[in-house]
């Protein structure tokens, strides 16, 4: 028999029978209270899976059922069942958690967000876009002839198959569209409000007009409020956990025995 | 301290937080802002009523404004390619979670817009190119309930008390394969829902509550994310239902606005015939809530998605046909689950049709059968519908999708992630590469009908080797809004692509030559004298039609090899159809007879996946008239555009590993994309 030699079991069997003589002695009779709140609780969990309220006797009849699972219960607790149940373990340990976590982050403050914001810029990140409107002409002569005609400068473009107008491309999205060599390019360029160019596409020659460059910039607060917020409470329970332990972890004395 | 008191009273304020009930029906977000832009348009100063009208005199009435008011689009009316994906899954479909996806709908939309994501099994994921829009369509049926039916802390776990779920996506669980907890929270977590409802055990109120709160999330999320003119959200959901026979009969619901909306999507456990979702629809349209509804992988329907019967098993109707056209304008015809367009046993005359085809049945290893599974077919049939006078029920446009379960569409065959999360996370899982020799005969002693054995070893032979690095919805709108690219859904100015970025322009007219191709004003003139794609084109006398092709490569991937016209059309019933090579690359020519373009040579090393750099096109535009047309017969055409051919995704993850590509799968892929069809209707008098 294996478990006879676990010093386990034997603790286990140990402190359940010191547990159970003590328990037997001082108490000789174990008290179930049955009253008016326990009735109104097993009537409502009854309600809410049958839908509709229960009868006298059947409230006779599930404070019954309920006072016989509580003898399981504390028969089982006797046994001291619970020490040894992985699933009651990590449950205990989760309930534990969350108690913990419940004081730490129950709403913070807007305050506190915006700081929480500003202190982790780097994870709100937007990447850079250009906008910018393009033509598109027949050959390269085309381009830089259309260059000196002034207003009727759109009129000499061919029909391109890309939109004329772009608005906060990102670069790859630019690079899918026109190409690596015209994304290149453009990023030669500076914001201004006459046709620049030409610069090559994979489908041809192009005059652009710069518009707006925006540099990878971090996100307005008011656009990732929720993200922030998630990301906040997040870390507060990571932290709440973190302090819990932090505080108690002295209670406890750590002894590693050699087997 | 008295730990003992403070957690009763946590769990007492823990259960009267969980028991409040949402009694509002519809969610209503409207703000001041859209009713101001519901306005009429003026311009005109002297047609604003006088001020003395309000004063209380009795003035005449006033006078109704000459000028007239244009309903078609003024600013960028040639209109502008975007592209999207309106099928993603993330962390509250009950699947999605069995596969251990834990990003959320706002997960999704960064992603979309190329941000880095987690993939369940812990590496990382950014889209090759962000996307122009992007939609969350997590299944209606217990939406989120998995996910707190794996949180032990919650109440609903605590009722459904069911071991597998217990923490199936803690940090320690999170490994690559389908463990057994895996496959029943997959597989059987809904039968189990269902039982304990039945049984008395889970109250619908619960479920409720937090389906309801999970699509206030998901609406919550689309709000957030949807920024007009640069990036634009939907509020959709998956409606799953299927046939007794598990054939596949799912569909997108895809709403206009958000500003109402249903308090909870209609699903599968409220009815699982599609003609009660149509009923829900209509109903919400007439409260003023539009939506449409996009069918998908009927490849895997077994015949059903496009049966020629209705639910009850009677034969289609008007009334059917009506309803399924005024709710389904589109279809998905390329996602990850393979293809829609055709089958090689469909149409035996297409060398092209044998493309990433996808045998089973959805969720399932049982063979769907190819007829009524496909859209050419379907297309065909509607024709004879109306060769009967009567309404066609198959009058779609199409669309690609990617059905992602990671929140995450994987459209690059280079860095492909698969779809069901943790159980096709490896090259192992999906069959690319082979299992370890251990696994290997374990697996062949096992389940021999699930692998295969070659020279390298043991393959998986699953589903997920069938699956693509597809596919993409692609829209003709003149900006980047709901308003615009709803409509374009709605017009059917759609295409889908397998992929890449192809963008493809379709018209059918009377009048277009070369002259009008390579004037500056050709897409004015395409759309003034002619329709586009997903239009109907009107007899002309006896003219036959013709038609512009006009389409241009993903800058960032292969270059083009041809553009096709498929022709679908029924003589005294009988459905026929034909591709037409109508421009080919490297100035080939189309042979008269066999309307094929000659070979460009394209060729992929498949040491590296490098590719021919100088062979193909970057752009290809053509006008094309019917040589065989009859102004007597229903027809059908839309446009296919061909890439030269790249690597498969199963290639790249075998030459990442070190293995040659397996030998019973294409080693490489001609990514391709579809335009919506253009109908021709004879004259009837």
């Given amino acids: 028999m294996k478990f006879m030699k676990s010093h386990v079991f034997w603790f286990v069997v140990l402190g359940s029978l010191i547990f159970v003589i003590d328990e037997q002695t001082s108490d000789p009779l174990d008290i179930i209270v049955v009253d008016a709140a326990l009735e109104r609780q097993v009537a409502a969990l009854w309600a809410a899976q049958i839908q509709r309220e229960p009868t006298e006797a059947e409230i006779v009849s599930l404070v019954d059922d309920w006072v016989t699972e509580e003898i399981w219960r504390r028969e089982s607790m006797r046994l001291n069942l619970a020490e040894e149940d992985e699933i009651i373990r990590r449950r205990m340990i989760q309930k534990m958690q969350f108690i913990t976590e419940q004081e730490a982050v129950l709403a913070p403050t807007e305050e506190e967000l915006q700081a929480y914001y500003e202190a982790n810029h780097e994870r709100y990140g937007v990447p850079s876009s250009v906008s910018f409107e393009q033509l598109q002409f027949q050959s390269r002569e085309a381009a830089t002839g259309a260059l000196s005609a002034g207003e009727s400068l759109a009129d000499l473009a061919e029909s391109s198959m890309q939109s004329r107008v772009n608005v906060r491309q990102s670069p790859l999205q630019v690079a899918s569209t026109f190409g690596p060599e015209f994304t290149r390019s453009l990023n030669g360029y500076d914001v201004a409000l006459n046709w620049q160019g030409p610069i090559k596409s994979t489908f041809g020659w192009h005059l652009v007009k710069l518009l707006e460059i925006n540099s990878s910039s971090v996100a307005p607060f008011e656009d990732i409020r929720a993200t922030v917020h998630g990301d906040y409470t997040y870390e507060s329970r990571l932290q709440a956990q973190a302090d819990f332990i932090e505080q108690v972890r002295s209670n406890y004395d750590i002894v590693r025995k050699e087997e | ?685």
């Fill in chain 2, 1 to 685: 301290m008295n730990l003992r008191a403070f957690s009763l009273g946590s769990i007492l304020l823990l259960a009267a937080c969980g028991s409040e009930t949402e009694t509002v029906q519809t969610i209503d977000v409207a703000d001041a802002e859209n009713s101001a832009a519901a306005e009429a348009p003026s311009n005109d100063a002297a047609s604003a009523p006088s001020p003395a009208a309000s004063s209380g005199i009795q003035q005449s009435l006033l006078t109704i404004p000459n000028d007239i008011f244009s309903a078609l689009p003024g600013k960028n009316a040639t209109r502008t390619a975007l592209f999207g994906d309106l099928h993603v899954h993330t962390t509250y479909s009950f699947d999605a979670f069995a596969f251990g996806t834990l990003a959320t709908p706002y997960d999704a939309y960064r992603y979309a817009l190329g941000d880095t994501i987690q993939h369940p099994a812990g590496f990382d994921m950014t889209l090759r190119v962000p996307l122009d829009f992007y939609a969350v369509t997590d299944h209606a049926m217990y939406m989120g309930v998995s996910r707190q039916a794996a949180d032990p802390s919650t109440e609903i776990a605590r009722i459904m008390d069911l071991d597998y779920m217990e923490n199936l996506n803690a940090p320690e669980n999170l490994i690559p394969g389908g463990t057994p907890q895996r496959t029943r929270a997959f597989l059987g977590f809904l039968s189990d829902a269902g039982g304990l409802i039945a049984d008395g055990t889970l109250s619908q109120d619960l479920v409720h509550d937090i389906t309801r709160d999970a699509w206030k999330d998901t609406v919550a999320a689309a709000e957030q994310y949807n920024k007009p003119g640069e990036f634009t959200t939907f509020v959709a959901y998956e409606y799953t239902t299927s046939t007794a026979d598990r054939g596949n009969l799912h569909r997108n619901v895809i709403f206009r606005d958000a500003d109402k909306l249903p308090a909870v999507p209609f699903s599968r456990v409220h009815s699982r015939n599609p003609e009660d979702l149509w009923d829900w629809m209509d109903g919400l349209r007439n409260e003023g809530i539009e939506s449409l509804a996009i069918p998908h992988n009927s490849n895997g329907s077994n015949g059903q998605m496009f049966k020629l019967v209705d639910w009850a098993g009677n034969p289609l109707d008007d009334t059917y046909s009506s309803q399924r056209t005024r709710n389904e304008p589109l279809i998905e015809i390329t996602q990850i689950k393979g293809t829609s367009e055709t089958h090689p046993l469909l149409s035996d005359n297409d060398e092209w049709a044998d493309f990433e085809i996808m045998p089973y049945r959805i969720a399932t290893t049982l063979y769907s059968e190819p007829s009524g599974s496909y859209a050419r077919e379907a297309l065909l049939n509607g024709l004879s519908f109306e060769d009967q006078g009567m309404e066609n029920p198959f009058e779609f446009g199409f669309v690609g999708a990617s059905d992602t379960h990671m929140a995450a569409i994987g459209d690059d065959e280079s860095d492909f992630y698969g779809k069901t999360g943790l159980r096709d996370a490896t090259p192992q899982l999906t069959g690319a590469v082979p299992l370890s020799a251990e696994v290997g005969e374990r697996r062949l002693e096992n389940t021999p009908d699930q692998v295969r054995e070659f020279d390298a070893g043991v393959y998986n032979t699953g589903s997920p080797i069938t699956w693509g690095a597809s596919g993409i919805a692609g829209v003709w709108a003149e900006d980047n809004t709901r308003e615009s690219i709803y409509n374009a859904f709605r017009r059917k100015e759609t295409f889908a692509t397998t992929g890449t970025r192809i963008k493809v322009r379709f018209f059918g007219g009377y009048d277009f030559t070369d002259e009008t191709l390579a004037a500056p004003d050709m897409l004015e003139t395409a759309y003034s004298e002619g329709v586009s794609m997903g239009s109907d084109l009107l007899p002309n006398g006896d003219r036959a039609p013709r038609f512009i092709v006009w389409a241009t490569q993903d800058a960032l991937s292969a270059p083009l090899q041809r553009l096709q016209i498929i022709k679908g059309w029924t003589v005294d019933g009988e459905p026929h159809e034909q591709v037409f090579d109508v421009a080919c690359s490297n100035g080939l020519a189309v042979d008269s007879q066999s309307h094929r373009c000659g070979d460009n040579g394209a060729q992929v090393n498949l040491a590296d996946c490098s590719i021919s750099t100088d062979v193909g096109a970057a752009e290809l535009k053509t006008v094309w008239v019917d040589p065989d047309f009859d102004p007597s017969v229903r027809a059908f055409y839309y446009a296919r555009v061909l890439e030269n051919p790249t690597c498969r995704w199963s290639t790249w993850d075998a030459l990442k590993e070190g293995y040659e590509p397996r030998p019973d799968f294409p080693t490489t892929i001609q990514e391709r994309a579809y335009t919506s069809p253009i109908w021709f209707r004879p004259s009837t008098g």
